[in-house]
Every structure is written in C-alpha cells, then in structure tokens.
C-alpha cells in the first residue's frame, strides 16, 4: 500500500510545517453546503448510455449474470449480499448525499449504506499501489469552481451499475464537480476501466439541492424479510 503524503504550506510533500499559514482560505472555496440528490430521471445506474463494447472478459461475466437472473438464481449484484455498491454506483443511488468542503480534503456523507468519501486536494498523487476497497482512493485538484477527482484502488468483481455490467481494479474514475446555479451540481464522470470496457466513456449525473432536510439512517439489516425463510441450522434442526 502507498504511503500518503502531507503537502505543506510551502508546497513541499512529506513535512508539515506546523506553524504555517493553512492550505487555502475557505472563503477561496465553492459552497456546496446543504443536501443533495441525484435526478434519477436520467436513469443514472441503470446501464450508461453510450457504454463502449465489453471486452470478452467482461461479456461472459454479464452474459453469466443475465442467465442466472433468467433461472431465477440470486443474480444480484454485491448489494443483494448487505455489501455497499462501491464506486461509481454509489454515486447513482436514488438517495441524498452531503458534501463537506474544507481545505486539503473534501468529505462526501452518502446516505445510502452509510458511505463516506473522503478527496484529498492537498496535492498528493494518486498512489501507484493503493489498498483496494469499495470506494477506492481519490485525490483531487481545483481547477476554478469545478472540482477534478481522480479514483483509483478499487475492489477486483465489483459492479459498474445495478443491472451487472462489471469493474474491475484496473479501473480509474475521473469525476468533474460544479455548480452549475444555486439548484444544480453536474458530476461529469469518466469510467476508464480496459480489462472491462473496450474504451473510456462520459456520463454526466445531476444532483439538485433539497433544502430544510438532513441524512438519514441507513440500516441495510433493518426492517430485514429474508432471514425467517432460511433453513435452519443442524444446531437449530436438533
């Protein structure tokens, strides 16, 4: 695993100077503040449109998960096991989202599964050999108001979308966040993944503002039908 890096006041990676002058003023930063969430209408999550060919890899293994939703099999995605949806899906769920925008670092509070995100824009690189995980590692830099984020690090078998178009940890996401008015934030989001997909593709998701409202709890176990028609255990069955 990559170690990370501290960028100074100075601009130098590796020490902090503790003393020094902080890393920008918030005022330098673009308010985002308040609840967001995703114009589902756009069908975000559902299979991108415009989605470049498979790779054979990559076909077979749809190809395998079509047959078995066909057969009635349990043919979900890692959400049909209490997993999160890892990236980019989680940033397609049809629910609210927070962002926290401080110097060095901006913190995305998703409600769905309870997720955080955390970019950090400290000028650190991406790591060259990150621990995978579900949301992968992200760094990212200003460029104006627009906020240009560089993912990478993700888990090997994860899932693109909801209808099992696949990921793999080849994959780097470059997203491109700005406030287009006071109602509306775009995210241009770039999948380039060439163990799945035969070239890189664009989609663009909208988040609009929902004022007075809050995140809430998100419990993937509560209010859970499926456990009481489980076959019991030898240890229950005696």
Same mark, same amino acid.
């Given at each position: 695993? *990559?170690?990370?890096?501290?960028?100074? +006041? %100075?601009?130098?990676? @590796? &020490?902090?100077?503790?003393?020094? $002058?902080?890393?920008?003023?918030?005022?330098?930063?673009?308010?985002?503040?308040?609840?967001?969430?995703?114009?589902?209408?756009?069908?975000?999550?559902?299979?991108?449109?415009?989605?470049?060919?498979?790779?054979?890899?990559?076909? *077979?293994?749809?190809?395998?998960?079509? +047959? %078995?939703?066909?057969? @009635? &099999?349990?043919?979900?995605?890692? $959400?049909?096991?209490?997993?999160?949806?890892?990236?980019?899906?989680?940033?397609?769920?049809?629910?609210?989202?927070?962002?926290?925008?401080?110097?060095?670092?901006?913190?995305?509070?998703?409600?769905?599964?309870?997720?955080?995100?955390?970019?950090?824009?400290?000028?650190?690189?991406?790591?060259?050999?990150?621990?995978?995980?579900?949301?992968?590692?992200?760094?990212?830099?200003?460029?104006?108001?627009?906020?240009?984020?560089?993912?990478?690090?993700?888990?090997?078998?994860?899932?693109?979308?909801?209808?099992?178009?696949?990921?793999?940890?080849?994959?780097?996401?470059?997203?491109?966040?700005?406030?287009?008015?006071?109602?509306?934030?775009?995210?241009?989001?770039?999948?380039?993944?060439?163990?799945?997909?035969?070239?890189?593709?664009?989609?663009?998701?909208?988040?609009?503002?929902?004022?007075?409202?809050?995140?809430?709890?998100?419990?993937?176990?509560?209010?859970?039908?499926?456990?009481?028609?489980?076959?019991?255990?030898?240890?229950?069955?005696?």
């Amino acid at each position: 695993m *990559a170690a990370t890096s501290v960028m100074a +006041a %100075d601009g130098t990676a @590796g &020490k902090a100077k503790l003393a020094g $002058t902080t890393w920008q003023s918030i005022a330098q930063l673009p308010d985002w503040s308040g609840v967001w969430e995703l114009d589902w209408r756009a069908g975000a999550g559902r299979g991108a449109a415009g989605m470049p060919k498979l790779t054979p890899e990559a076909q *077979a293994k749809l190809d395998k998960y079509r +047959a %078995d939703q066909k057969e @009635g &099999k349990n043919a979900q995605t890692n $959400t049909a096991n209490c997993d999160p949806p890892g990236m980019p899906q989680i940033m397609t769920q049809p629910y609210p989202v927070e962002f926290l925008v401080t110097p060095g670092k901006v913190t995305v509070a998703i409600e769905a599964y309870s997720q955080m995100r955390r970019i950090f824009v400290d000028g650190r690189p991406l790591p060259k050999d990150p621990q995978p995980t579900w949301l992968g590692y992200s760094v990212g830099r200003w460029e104006g108001d627009t906020l240009v984020v560089e993912t990478n690090g993700f888990r090997n078998g994860t899932w693109l979308d909801a209808v099992g178009n696949p990921l793999t940890e080849a994959a780097k996401i470059t997203e491109r966040f700005h406030r287009l008015n006071f109602g509306q934030l775009e995210i241009e989001l770039t999948v380039d993944d060439p163990k799945a997909y035969t070239k890189p593709w664009t989609i663009k998701l909208n988040q609009t503002i929902r004022l007075d409202t809050d995140l809430l709890d998100y419990v993937v176990n509560e209010n859970e039908k499926d456990l009481q028609h489980i076959a019991p255990t030898i240890d229950k069955a005696k």
